[in-house]
Protein backbone atom coordinates (compact mmCIF):
# COMPACT_ATOMS: atom_id res chain seq x y z
CA UNK A 1 0.00 0.00 0.00
CA UNK A 2 1.23 3.64 -0.85
CA UNK A 3 0.36 4.54 2.67
CA UNK A 4 3.44 2.27 4.31
CA UNK A 5 5.53 4.51 2.08
CA UNK A 6 4.01 7.90 2.17
CA UNK A 7 3.55 9.68 5.16
CA UNK A 8 2.80 13.57 6.35
CA UNK A 9 5.31 15.75 5.26
CA UNK A 10 7.62 13.81 3.01
CA UNK A 11 8.81 15.55 -0.32
CA UNK A 12 7.32 13.76 -3.63
CA UNK A 13 8.47 13.76 -7.43
CA UNK A 14 6.02 12.76 -9.81
CA UNK A 15 7.45 12.00 -13.08
CA UNK A 16 4.39 13.16 -15.23
CA UNK A 17 5.20 11.07 -19.07
CA UNK A 18 1.83 11.96 -21.72
CA UNK A 19 2.51 10.98 -25.82
CA UNK A 20 5.04 13.57 -26.78
CA UNK A 21 6.72 15.07 -23.38
CA UNK A 22 7.79 14.39 -20.13
CA UNK A 23 7.56 16.77 -16.93
CA UNK A 24 8.72 16.95 -13.46
CA UNK A 25 6.97 18.23 -10.47
CA UNK A 26 7.65 18.55 -6.58
CA UNK A 27 5.10 18.19 -4.32
CA UNK A 28 4.65 16.95 -0.43
CA UNK A 29 1.95 14.65 1.40
CA UNK A 30 0.08 17.31 3.36
CA UNK A 31 -2.38 14.38 4.52
CA UNK A 32 -1.82 10.79 5.69
CA UNK A 33 -5.56 8.78 6.74
CA UNK A 34 -5.44 4.75 6.13
CA UNK A 35 -4.90 4.09 2.70
CA UNK A 36 -5.75 7.81 1.46
CA UNK A 37 -2.73 9.96 0.69
CA UNK A 38 -3.64 13.75 -0.57
CA UNK A 39 -0.70 15.52 -1.86
CA UNK A 40 -0.08 19.32 -2.51
CA UNK A 41 -1.18 20.99 -5.78
CA UNK A 42 0.92 21.32 -8.57
CA UNK A 43 0.67 23.84 -11.31
CA UNK A 44 1.79 24.15 -15.00
CA UNK A 45 4.33 26.83 -16.21
CA UNK A 46 1.02 28.91 -16.91
CA UNK A 47 0.19 29.06 -12.86
CA UNK A 48 -2.52 26.47 -13.51
CA UNK A 49 -3.62 23.81 -11.37
CA UNK A 50 -2.18 20.71 -13.05
CA UNK A 51 -4.92 18.15 -13.36
CA UNK A 52 -2.73 15.21 -15.15
CA UNK A 53 -5.61 13.99 -17.35
CA UNK A 54 -3.77 12.38 -19.94
CA UNK A 55 -0.65 10.12 -19.53
CA UNK A 56 1.07 8.73 -16.73
CA UNK A 57 2.16 9.63 -13.51
CA UNK A 58 5.14 8.09 -11.78
CA UNK A 59 5.81 8.66 -7.79
CA UNK A 60 8.82 8.75 -6.04
CA UNK A 61 9.66 10.20 -2.81
CA UNK A 62 12.73 12.78 -2.60
CA UNK A 63 15.95 10.96 -1.62
CA UNK A 64 14.80 7.84 -2.37
CA UNK A 65 15.13 5.50 -5.68
CA UNK A 66 11.66 3.25 -4.86
CA UNK A 67 8.99 4.73 -8.13
CA UNK A 68 5.60 3.93 -7.52
CA UNK A 69 4.67 3.86 -11.13
CA UNK A 70 0.61 4.43 -12.79
CA UNK A 71 -0.32 5.96 -9.88
CA UNK A 72 -3.52 7.20 -9.96
CA UNK A 73 -4.45 10.91 -9.06
CA UNK A 74 -7.80 12.57 -8.21
CA UNK A 75 -7.90 16.21 -8.62
CA UNK A 76 -10.35 17.13 -5.95
CA UNK A 77 -11.35 20.67 -3.59
CA UNK A 78 -9.89 20.27 0.64
CA UNK A 79 -11.15 23.62 2.47
CA UNK A 80 -11.85 25.69 -0.82
CA UNK A 81 -8.01 24.55 -2.27
CA UNK A 82 -7.58 22.29 -5.49
CA UNK A 83 -4.84 19.16 -4.67
CA UNK A 84 -5.35 15.64 -5.36
CA UNK A 85 -5.80 12.31 -3.41
CA UNK A 86 -4.04 9.14 -4.48
CA UNK A 87 -4.95 5.52 -2.58
CA UNK A 88 -3.09 2.55 -1.72
CA UNK A 89 -4.94 -0.23 -2.53
CA UNK A 90 -4.39 -1.78 -6.27
CA UNK A 91 -4.91 -5.42 -7.48
CA UNK A 92 -2.24 -7.43 -5.94
CA UNK A 93 -1.11 -8.62 -9.75
CA UNK A 94 -0.30 -5.04 -10.22
CA UNK A 95 3.39 -4.10 -10.01
CA UNK A 96 3.62 -0.81 -9.23
CA UNK A 97 7.01 -0.60 -7.23
CA UNK A 98 10.57 -0.65 -8.26
CA UNK A 99 13.95 0.54 -7.51
CA UNK A 100 15.94 2.43 -9.94
CA UNK A 101 19.19 1.52 -10.34
CA UNK A 102 20.39 5.17 -10.15
CA UNK A 103 18.69 8.51 -10.40
CA UNK A 104 16.84 9.51 -13.71
CA UNK A 105 17.24 13.64 -14.70
CA UNK A 106 14.29 14.92 -16.55
CA UNK A 107 15.59 16.49 -20.82
CA UNK A 108 12.48 16.21 -22.39
CA UNK A 109 14.30 17.64 -25.93
CA UNK A 110 14.11 16.04 -29.39
CA UNK A 111 16.49 13.52 -30.34
CA UNK A 112 17.54 10.56 -32.57
CA UNK A 113 16.73 7.18 -31.89
CA UNK A 114 18.02 4.50 -34.93
CA UNK A 115 17.80 7.46 -36.65
CA UNK A 116 14.05 7.73 -35.93
CA UNK A 117 12.85 11.24 -34.55
CA UNK A 118 12.84 10.75 -30.95
CA UNK A 119 11.88 13.17 -27.52
CA UNK A 120 14.78 12.32 -24.78
CA UNK A 121 13.07 12.23 -21.70
CA UNK A 122 15.71 11.54 -19.11
CA UNK A 123 19.37 10.56 -18.52
CA UNK A 124 20.86 8.52 -15.80
CA UNK A 125 24.53 7.86 -14.34
CA UNK A 126 22.95 3.84 -16.23
CA UNK A 127 20.99 4.74 -18.98
CA UNK A 128 18.13 7.21 -20.98
CA UNK A 129 15.00 6.98 -21.20
CA UNK A 130 12.96 8.74 -24.80
CA UNK A 131 9.52 8.39 -25.86
CA UNK A 132 8.92 7.09 -29.82
CA UNK A 133 5.79 6.81 -32.39
CA UNK A 134 7.14 3.40 -33.41
CA UNK A 135 7.12 0.24 -31.55
CA UNK A 136 10.60 -1.92 -30.17
CA UNK A 137 10.90 -4.77 -28.80
CA UNK A 138 12.77 -5.40 -25.22
CA UNK A 139 16.26 -6.34 -25.70
CA UNK A 140 16.73 -4.34 -28.68
CA UNK A 141 19.80 -1.73 -29.20
CA UNK A 142 19.24 1.62 -30.28
CA UNK A 143 21.74 4.18 -30.96
CA UNK A 144 20.73 7.40 -29.76
CA UNK A 145 22.16 10.88 -30.81
CA UNK A 146 21.30 14.23 -28.68
CA UNK A 147 23.24 17.32 -29.53
CA UNK A 148 26.83 15.73 -30.11
CA UNK A 149 26.09 12.65 -28.15
CA UNK A 150 26.12 9.39 -29.50
CA UNK A 151 25.55 6.27 -27.35
CA UNK A 152 24.04 3.09 -27.73
CA UNK A 153 21.54 1.51 -24.62
CA UNK A 154 19.66 -1.83 -24.50
CA UNK A 155 15.75 -1.44 -23.86
CA UNK A 156 15.09 -2.66 -20.62
CA UNK A 157 11.64 -1.60 -20.26
CA UNK A 158 9.51 -0.33 -22.05
CA UNK A 159 5.43 0.67 -22.18
CA UNK A 160 2.62 2.73 -24.77
CA UNK A 161 2.08 6.15 -23.15
CA UNK A 162 -0.34 7.10 -26.02
CA UNK A 163 -1.84 6.32 -29.44
CA UNK A 164 1.22 4.41 -31.22
CA UNK A 165 3.93 6.48 -28.83
CA UNK A 166 5.69 4.38 -26.53
CA UNK A 167 8.42 5.24 -23.64
CA UNK A 168 11.56 3.14 -23.71
CA UNK A 169 13.61 2.74 -20.70
CA UNK A 170 17.55 1.79 -21.40
CA UNK A 171 20.67 0.74 -19.73
CA UNK A 172 23.91 1.77 -21.08
CA UNK A 173 27.15 -0.02 -21.02
CA UNK A 174 29.79 1.85 -21.89
CA UNK A 175 29.35 5.84 -21.83
CA UNK A 176 31.17 8.15 -23.39
CA UNK A 177 32.83 11.37 -22.04
CA UNK A 178 29.96 14.15 -23.34
CA UNK A 179 27.28 11.64 -22.03
CA UNK A 180 28.95 11.57 -18.54
CA UNK A 181 29.05 15.11 -18.79
CA UNK A 182 25.31 15.84 -19.43
CA UNK A 183 24.16 13.32 -16.71
CA UNK A 184 26.21 15.79 -14.28
CA UNK A 185 24.57 18.71 -16.32
CA UNK A 186 20.89 17.27 -15.90
CA UNK A 187 21.15 16.47 -12.34
CA UNK A 188 22.80 19.59 -10.97
CA UNK A 189 19.83 21.21 -12.70
CA UNK A 190 17.25 18.71 -11.29
CA UNK A 191 18.69 19.55 -7.55
CA UNK A 192 18.76 22.98 -7.53
CA UNK A 193 14.85 22.83 -8.64
CA UNK A 194 14.21 20.33 -5.60
CA UNK A 195 16.14 22.99 -3.55
CA UNK A 196 14.89 25.47 -4.67
Not at 8 to 18: A, F, H, Q, R, S
Request: proline share 3%; aromatic share 10%; hydrophobic share 35%.
Amino acid sequence: MLSDKLKEGMDVILDYKTADSAKVFKTSVIVEEGSLIALAPCTDENGQFEEFKDGEVSLSIKGSNTIISKARLLPVYYHGDRIYLTYGKRNDDDDMTFHRESARYPINEDCKANDHDAKLIDVSDHGFGFILNYKYKSGLWVELKYKDIKVNGKIMQSKEVGPDSFFYGCKVDESTGPFDRLVKEKAEEFNSMLDA
